[in-house]
């Protein structure tokens, strides 16, 4: 079981880990609405917005859950030396929009930028956008349906793709950092052009799917005439966990996923993996102390996994389904030993996920995997369109997901097997905005 999407997970020696990573208690839409009490709240926050309180979604939702007494008001900071949503315990739901450009104007997307950050700070903070200063005779500023809800740990992380670059009205080119070079085509790739890429992405997360929804569509309604959105995906059941406080989820073929990911607390992988450092690349300067988001939607043959012997389920991973144990013995933690051998062979055996994936096949290099879970109801044949949507943090692409992905895609056996790519994207994610700055000011200028 995953934790509870509406609690903070509980660290490993008793503390709040996100308190501990200096996380705040904010005033939230729910604590003020718990604080004013369910049914009055109704009636009054209800009526100064205009709002009947037969339309008003929260009371269910709250008694639902059953957390008015504690509702989870936990807020990540939105501005710091990195964009939060990187490192940060990785939140139960995703929502993920990437967006092309429909202006031809430069100062359209630094206004926009700026805009962007501004909406992005308020909502992680749990407060709706344009409090105070609507009027009664234009659309509202906040979409409205995250009233009454908790921040819910939302982060939203922004970044920019190779195609942004490339357009001349906006004089970056020369700033683009080498690393956004294209991935290449891998084996057995199926990709879809209009599901992949896009000028510039928006990855939102929080542990509630309607503010993860409720954060993607105000922004995009703050771009209407900027930007038109190109694709955009939901997901569950967070894939990864980006902090050792987090218990490790499952991904959809039943198996712990996540166990051997880089972490919050190992502060030197995260330095060595995935925080671009200076003077990385002239050109791009703008880029130190951000990282390369790497997306690809992964269809995962359910129908076929499914009919398959546990025997070679544990074997295509390299690891067991209930324990997520190496193969090679011990338990989940336990460092896999690729040169055990029992009667039949390697225990790990050569073509296995973990064997191919692990560092010590792919020259020491790691990533912060964040990956979410997807449905996306079913094809022609009755097959479950679902699978992985593989999100990764790396300090270049180039060394640290192409080479591994090649490797997985040509000899892996769950890729092989049991896998298809059929998206993908690139993003450079700029560092993180200080106070008074916005994203990608580096780039743009202010
Ligand atoms: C290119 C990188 C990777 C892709 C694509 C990928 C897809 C993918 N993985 C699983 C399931 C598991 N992966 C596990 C470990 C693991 N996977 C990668 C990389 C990619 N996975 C790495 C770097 C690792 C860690 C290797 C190590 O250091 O041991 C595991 C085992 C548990 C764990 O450590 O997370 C599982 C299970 C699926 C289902 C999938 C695509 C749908
Ligand atoms: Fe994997």
Not at 11 to 31: H, M, Q, T
Not at 372 to 388: C, K, M, P, Q, V
């Amino acid at each position: 079981m995953t934790p509870s999407s509406t609690s903070p997970a509980p660290a490993a020696g008793g503390g709040d880990p996100r308190d501990e990573e200096g996380r705040r208690r904010g005033v939230s839409r729910r604590g003020l609405f718990a604080a004013a009490g369910v049914t009055g709240a109704v009636g009054v926050t209800g009526a100064a917005l205009g709002i009947g309180a037969t339309s008003w979604p929260l009371g269910a939702r709250a008694e639902k859950s059953g957390d008015t007494a504690a509702p989870a008001d936990v807020v990540v900071p939105f501005r710091g030396e990195h964009q939060a949503g990187i490192t940060t315990p990785a939140q139960d739901r995703l929502h993920m929009a990437a967006f092309d450009l429909v202006t031809d104007s430069r100062a359209d997307l630094i206004l926009l930028l700026k805009e962007w950050t501004r909406a992005a700070e308020e909502m992680t903070r749990g407060n709706k956008l344009g409090e105070g200063t609507d009027s009664y005779l234009a659309p509202p500023s906040d979409t409205g349906e995250a009233m009454g809800l908790s921040a819910a740990n939302l982060t939203i992380t922004i970044g920019f793709g190779r195609s942004l670059f490339e357009k001349p009205f906006l004089k970056i080119k020369d700033k683009m950092p080498a690393a956004l070079e294209p991935l290449p085509h891998f084996p057995n790739d199926k990709l879809d052009p209009a599901r992949s890429d896009g000028d510039i992405i928006v990855q939102a997360c929080a542990d509630d799917p309607q503010v993860a929804v409720h954060a993607i569509r105000n922004l995009a309604r703050i771009g209407f005439s900027t930007v038109s959105m190109r694709w955009s995906q939901l997901g569950f059941g967070r894939t990864s966990s980006t902090s050792r406080a987090q218990a490790t989820p499952r991904n959809l073929f039943g198996f712990k996923d996540g166990t051997a990911n880089l972490t919050s607390e190992d502060a030197a992988g995260v330095d060595e993996h995935v925080w671009v450092p200076e003077g990385a690349d002239p050109k791009a300067a703008w880029m130190t102390g951000g990282t390369y988001l790497v997306a690809r939607r992964i269809r995962m043959r359910i129908e076929i996994w499914d009919r398959t012997s546990l025997q070679e389920q544990e074997a295509s991973i390299g690891r067991t389904k209930t324990e997520g144990a190496p193969l090679s013995g011990g338990e989940e933690f336990t460092e896999p030993d690729f040169s055990a051998k029992g009667s039949r062979g390697e225990l790990i055996a050569k073509d296995s996920h973990v064997r191919l994936a692990h560092p010590s096949t792919n020259e020491g290099v790691k990533m912060l995997r964040r990956g979410y879970n997807y449905t996306d109801g079913s094809d022609e044949l009755g097959r479950l369109d679902a699978g992985l949507f593989f999100i990764a943090f790396v300090v270049d692409p180039r060394t640290h997901f192409t080479p591994m992905q090649n490797r997985l895609s040509a000899g892996d056996r769950l890729h092989v097997e049991y896998l298809q790519h059929v998206a993908s994207g690139l993003y450079a994610i700029p560092p993180g905005a200080r106070e008074g700055e916005y994203i990608g000011q580096g780039l743009f200028g202010a």
